[in-house]
């Protein structure tokens, strides 16, 4: 059995969900003379629409020096963004959150926030007092196994209570956010947690086992943080695909969904469980809480307490491993993580990447070797394997192979029919001696394919010998201005060349991409070279901007405009973006 439950994350976003964020902890430099100049041949659209103060501003806590707010905007989204004030600080938001770090955990932060439109008038201000330490409750950690991982530096990371699998490359990094922030630097990662989920009896809100994970992701368009609980032996796999293992739990976060997936084998109920089914999008920076809370007879989903997705099954187990896995999902930041049902410790095992470096078809496939410090100290070793062959029909017969030693592989299938359907294999030596050169195979009485290995390292006390894994210091994001999109339409309507004279609008949005971008100083645009608009925005947090050219004396053929969005601060780079259109002959 496989099913699926999708709950789509609503909520309001300014154009394409975009952070602007201002930081006046350093001032830059004064800007030279930006005057407002527009070519005879060009007119502005005003934007009508007043600006009004934002509404509903409320602050909370995810740990005892920081706040997050959020807000609702009164006047619709075709505004520029918004205008944060406290402690002194300003930052500018697109978006109607923003997470406020490194507080006294002690003292009272009154905050504001005003709409700020494109071309950089601010709203009267809604204002809200907090004191971090009063806002924060600490109760979300009750019931959790002890202690909590929080991801603060390469020892976070320790062999024994985690294995890494990577994409390759240096795939961690920390940032200087509040403390330090651990930070995905690749496209495919996974992290296995050696802390299994063991289920108990029912806490006051049904749970018999949980996961929680606090992260501002995925924060990528297209990525994915997969959170999975993974029952034995599926939680010695390489990096977690589908069709996921049998009695398997994956919970999808994408920025506009969270999906549940499921391996065969679990028991559907009748289970009801009220979700309220929306939430505003994830904001880079802005850490939201999620968990993955297991119930006798559901799995639900909730991000800060509130329930957005459930699922009426009943998992076929009793222990499980949890998984933390990203996908596209680079920028992403993880900062704690916590298992919670029946007490359990850790069961260190790490983790050996085996062959074969490319997909081949033989009766016996070499996996590599193993170097003899990786063997020292283990009481013990786990080859794991998915492999396939052409043709379907009944479970291949596997032997594992470890240097002169060999064993029969337990086999489950692994999902998909027909030719090259899956299937997991492994087997385990106790005791591996650690005097020379481990060689690893696989053998069958006909031909197949390993489509990934690893071998699973029973460390015990030899855990605390074994590397941390590489975790990169990456330096604070320095923000750009956002991006800018052009589009020029004639009057007559879209689509294909122009005819001659009449106006044509040029409409530039001052998108920007998901993160943190600097206040914008102004806005130029160029028509075949020439400069035609220089526009002041008084350091907005960009927005939409529409001109009407008059083409009357503009020549048939083919021009191009091009927009240059210039930063406050002149050390940022600035941004350009180019449209060409055709005027057809007479």
């Avoid at 106790?430 to 006909?446: F, I, K, S, T, Y």
């Avoid at 052009?486 to 991409?513: C, W």
Wanted: aromatic share 4%.
């Amino acid at each position: 059995m496989r099913r699926k439950v999708l709950v789509w994350l609503g909520g309001l976003v300014l154009v394409a969900g975009a952070v602007v964020v201002l930081r006046n902890e350093s001032a830059p430099p004064p800007a030279r003379e930006f005057a407002r100049f527009l070519d005879e041949r060009v007119e502005q659209v005003a934007d009508t629409q007043p600006l009004r103060r934002p509404a509903d501003l409320t602050l909370t806590a995810l740990d005892a020096t920081s706040l997050r707010a959020t807000w609702t905007p009164t006047d619709g989204l075709t505004h520029g963004g918004f205008e944060v004030r406290w402690a002194g600080r300003t930052r500018l938001v697109r978006g109607t959150e923003t997470e406020l770090t490194d507080l006294d955990p002690d003292g009272e932060v009154t905050v504001e926030v005003r709409a700020v439109g494109p071309l950089g008038d601010r709203s009267e201000p809604v204002v809200a007092q907090a004191v971090p330490r009063l806002a924060h409750d600490p109760a979300w950690a009750d019931g959790l196994v002890q202690p909590i991982d929080r991801f603060d530096g390469p020892e976070a990371l320790s062999p024994r209570r985690w294995r890494v699998v990577d994409g390759g490359g240096e795939c961690l990094g920390l940032r200087p956010l509040n403390g330090r922030r651990l930070e995905v630097a690749c496209d495919l990662l996974d992290l296995q947690s050696n802390v299994p989920m063991r289920l108990g009896v029912p806490a006051a809100d049904g749970a018999v086992g949980r996961v929680v994970v606090t992260t501002d992701g995925p924060t990528a368009a297209d990525g994915r943080v997969l959170l999975a609980l993974l029952p034995e032996p599926f939680h010695g796999l390489g990096h977690l695909t589908k069709p996921y293992p049998p009695g398997s739990v994956v919970l999808t976060l994408a920025r506009h969904g969270a999906t549940f997936d499921f391996g065969d084998g679990l028991t559907p109920t009748t289970k009801v469980v009220p979700v309220i089914g929306t939430a505003p999008p994830p904001t880079p920076g802005v850490r939201h809480r999620w968990e993955l809370r297991v119930l006798p007879d559901a799995v639900v989903a909730l991000r800060d307490g509130e329930a957005l997705a459930t699922a009426p099954v009943a998992v076929p187990w009793t222990t499980a491993h949890p998984r933390l896995g990203f996908r596209d999902a680079r920028g992403t930041r993880v900062d704690t993580f916590g298992v919670g049902g029946a007490p359990e410790s850790p069961v260190p095992v790490s983790l050996v990447r085996l062959g074969p470096t490319r997909l081949v078809e033989d009766v016996l496939v070499p996996l590599g070797t193993v170097a003899p410090n990786r063997l020292e100290g283990a009481s013990g070793v786990r080859v794991v394997a998915r492999v396939a062959r052409q043709r379907g029909g009944e479970a291949l017969p596997v032997t594992v192979e470890f240097g002169d030693r060999s064993a029969p592989a337990v086999t489950v299938p692994f999902g998909g029919t027909g030719p090259m359907a899956a299937q997991f294999v492994h087997a385990d030596f106790p005791q591996p001696l650690p005097d020379r050169e481990v060689e690893v195979r696989l053998r069958a009485p006909e031909a197949f394919f390993v489509l990934d290995a690893h071998l699973l390292v029973s460390d015990g006390q030899a855990t605390a010998r074994r590397p941390l894994p590489r975790v990169a210091d990456r330096g604070p994001v320095t923000p750009e201005v956002p991006e800018a999109v052009v589009a020029v339409v004639h009057e007559s309507g879209p689509g294909g060349a122009f005819p001659r004279g009449g106006k044509a609008r040029v409409v530039v949005e001052l998108d920007g991409t998901p993160g943190e971008v600097a206040a914008v100083k102004g806005v130029e645009v160029d028509l075949d070279g020439e400069g035609v608009v220089v526009l002041p925005v008084n350091g907005s947090a960009g927005g939409r901007l529409e001109f009407l050219v008059d083409l009357d004396r503009v020549s048939t053929g083919s021009h191009r405009v091009a927009v240059r969005v210039l930063p406050v601060d002149e050390r940022g780079r600035t941004r350009s973006a180019e449209y060409s259109f055709e005027i057809r002959p007479l």
